[in-house]
């Protein structure tokens, strides 16, 4: 909008005003005698101008249009890093026409399958690569060279999809591929890293019933540690697959057992999901040659407490990978795992029945944690053994070691603790696979670690006041209530010994009801006092 007004300039301007209102402006008059040149107009012109940005800085209607910007801006922190758009994890219900074609939707009797398959259909691209490559990994793993989907027709099984997944666990980060495929290969090798775990854990510890969990950490870093992966690889003639081209043996060592780790960890992720822990047994020590004598994997010399127990006579000898396998429990077993749980649980718990603990502390216990379970046994005999061996394995749960360091060196909860840890972290593992179903593995691996620290898994046990019941020496317990840092470990152990022997006794689906309905360990964590020093 331009404004203009007119103004006639003269020299020696006389004014004239009337005294009378008059509708006429006020006129401005010049009388000279002699003739002058016509008076000069000048013409103001003003305009309005709607942005700032043309505005001096100093300007009030641009401090004023910043002002008002900056209250409309919501606050943020000067110290906190925004993070970067790629890391931001966004629900697959934001888009809804991807997550109704997505292949996640297609498997709903088997959802932890279904949350591992990509989240957008295959392309042309990895069709070529099955027809190429498939054949020659399956020919190595000892599978039938037809396609599984065309073998079991239309039977709903879960190694329908086995050909997909196989193809998924050789699709490393470094191979190129879009990022579905990438993020559904690393999904693949977060949950293949503790299946591995949990099979070496529950083969060494009914292999070796009166080692500690140290000696079998070391036996497992020794059979699946990233240094020997390549050897493995390359024991199964795979590496030409995972680096084509190139010699294997000519990269750079972090290169190489990166991505060897990747692919052969997803490889495992594959076969449990679809076939289950048997077949992992066996490609871990047919295809693979693994060998648990070998002398690369024996753990070092300790010096080893006298044990005076007998464990069972079915662990007199050393337990091969076909009698895990082919293991079957009896009719009348008591428990999902026998033969594991006798592995964790010396006979010689049966001296402490009817002790001080057995009757005070043991009834709250079972009751925190809602056991016993109902469940129907043609014989009356059965559901009380279940309960006299139920009640001896969570006294063994409380049993701190430092009690019968000296008397014997099983009556503790390590070996528990041990299993408790594998297990906790599959089921974890599982859960998030399927409530994150967008999330690359990087970003499942960092949610899985901050939820089972070890000082969250003690508070949970804190939180139901169970830290109560556990059975210390007398000295032991007067230098833990002067120092809670002392102390706190213990219900850490605790906490997972209960998982391990909710395992044995009941299976996975009554992991799952401790961790998530009894503790919730998946509750948001308070946060930490920051102390800061003046």
């Known amino acids: 909008m331009n404004l203009s007004s007119t103004f006639t300039l003269s020299p020696k301007p006389p004014f004239s005003f009337s005294s009378s209102i008059s509708p006429n402006p006020i006129q401005f008059t010049t009388k000279t005698p002699n003739p002058t040149p016509p008076p000069k107009t000048l013409h103001i012109t003003a305009t309005t101008i709607n942005s700032h940005q043309h505005l001096p800085p100093n300007s009030p209607q641009r401090l004023l249009e910043e002002l008002e910007q900056h209250k409309t801006r919501k606050p943020t922190s000067p110290n906190k890093n925004t993070p970067s758009r790629t890391s931001i994890l966004k629900p697959p219900q934001q888009n809804k026409k991807r997550i109704l074609n997505s292949p996640q939707l297609t498997l709903n009797t088997f959802p932890v399958l279904s949350s591992c398959l990509p989240h957008a259909p295959l392309r042309n691209t990895d069709t070529e690569w099955t027809e190429?490559?498939?054949?020659?990994?399956?020919?190595?793993?000892?599978?039938?060279?037809?396609?599984?989907?065309?073998?079991?027709?239309?039977?709903?099984?879960?190694?329908?999809?086995?050909?997909?997944?196989?193809?998924?666990?050789?699709?490393?980060?470094?191979?190129?591929?879009?990022?579905?495929?990438?993020?559904?290969?690393?999904?693949?090798?977060?949950?293949?890293?503790?299946?591995?775990?949990?099979?070496?854990?529950?083969?060494?510890?009914?292999?070796?019933?009166?080692?500690?969990?140290?000696?079998?950490?070391?036996?497992?870093?020794?059979?699946?540690?990233?240094?020997?992966?390549?050897?493995?690889?390359?024991?199964?003639?795979?590496?030409?697959?995972?680096?084509?081209?190139?010699?294997?043996?000519?990269?750079?060592?972090?290169?190489?057992?990166?991505?060897?780790?990747?692919?052969?960890?997803?490889?495992?992720?594959?076969?449990?999901?679809?076939?289950?822990?048997?077949?992992?047994?066996?490609v871990l020590f047919e295809v693979f040659g693994m060998d648990p004598d070998a002398e690369e994997c024996q753990p070092r010399l300790r010096r080893q407490l006298e044990d005076i127990d007998h464990v069972s006579a079915e662990f007199e000898g050393k337990l091969s990978w076909q009698d895990m396998v082919a293991y079957k429990p009896p009719a009348d077993a008591l428990f999902a795992h026998p033969r594991l749980f006798r592995a964790c649980i010396p006979?010689?718990?049966?001296?402490?029945?009817?002790?001080?603990?057995?009757?005070?502390?043991?009834?709250?216990?079972?009751?925190?944690?809602?056991?016993?379970?109902?469940?129907?046994?043609?014989?009356?005999?059965?559901?009380?053994?279940?309960?006299l061996e139920l009640g001896l394995g969570l006294q063994l749960c409380f049993l701190h070691p430092s009690n019968y360091k000296y008397d014997h060196p099983r009556f503790c909860y390590e070996r528990l603790e041990y299993l408790g840890q594998k297990i906790q972290d599959l089921v974890m593992a599982e859960r998030l696979l399927m409530k994150h179903l967008d999330a690359p593995g990087s970003w499942l691996q960092e949610k899985h670690r901050r939820i089972l620290m070890n000082r969250y898994c003690g508070r949970y046990l804190r939180a139901k006041q169970l830290h109560r019941f556990i059975i210390y020496p007398e000295k032991v317990r007067i230098s833990y209530e002067r120092n809670h840092r002392l102390r706190n470990p213990v219900s850490d152990s605790v906490q997972q010994a209960l998982h391990g022997l909710s395992y044995a006794v009941y299976g996975k689906r009554d992991v799952r009801r401790l961790m998530f309905e009894v503790f919730d360990v998946e509750q948001v964590q308070p946060k930490r006092n920051i102390y800061v020093k003046r």
């Open 132 to 282: 190429l490559h498939l054949m020659e990994v399956k020919q190595a793993l000892g599978y039938p060279l037809e396609s599984f989907e065309d073998l079991l027709g239309g039977e709903d099984n879960p190694a329908k999809q086995f050909d997909t997944l196989l193809y998924l666990a050789f699709q490393h980060p470094e191979s190129g591929k879009v990022r579905h495929v990438r993020c559904a290969q690393s999904r693949l090798y977060f949950l293949g890293q503790y299946v591995l775990e949990l099979a070496f854990g529950e083969f060494f510890l009914q292999r070796y019933p009166r080692e500690g969990p140290g000696p079998m950490r070391e036996r497992i870093f020794g059979l699946i540690g990233k240094h020997r992966l390549p050897q493995w690889i390359k024991a199964a003639s795979l590496q030409n697959l995972i680096f084509p081209g190139v010699d294997m043996d000519r990269l750079v060592r972090k290169e190489r057992e990166h991505t060897v780790k990747s692919v052969f960890w997803a490889l495992f992720g594959a076969i449990y999901l679809c076939f289950g822990m048997p077949e992992v047994y066996r």
């Open 347 to 387: 006979p010689g718990m049966h001296r402490f029945r009817g002790n001080a603990w057995d009757y005070d502390s043991r009834p709250h216990v079972m009751q925190t944690l809602g056991y016993p379970i109902e469940m129907t046994d043609r014989i009356p005999e059965i559901t009380k053994a279940r309960n």
